[in-house]
């Protein structure tokens, strides 16, 4: 019995008191979720790279 008061609560306040968000605010934070992730990809393949070339000039300077 415990378990099926436990999904009947559960159902209750999935329904009733969770705020869902509308289709325009969930368009709008998949968009900004994007965005950052692009700007994360990007700052880390500047990283990458800087560092690669910096090694391999490094490395040049020693062989």
């Not at 009733?16 to 990809?41: C, D, G, Y």
């Amino acid at each position: 019995m415990k378990l099926i008061t436990y999904f009947e609560e559960a159902y209750n306040e999935l329904v009733h008191k969770v705020s869902w968000p509308t289709r325009k605010e969930l368009q709008n934070s998949a968009f900004i979720v994007m965005v950052a992730s692009f700007i994360i990809a990007l700052i880390v393949f500047v990283m990458d790279f800087s560092f690669e070339n910096i090694m391999g000039f490094v490395y040049r300077l020693f062989y």
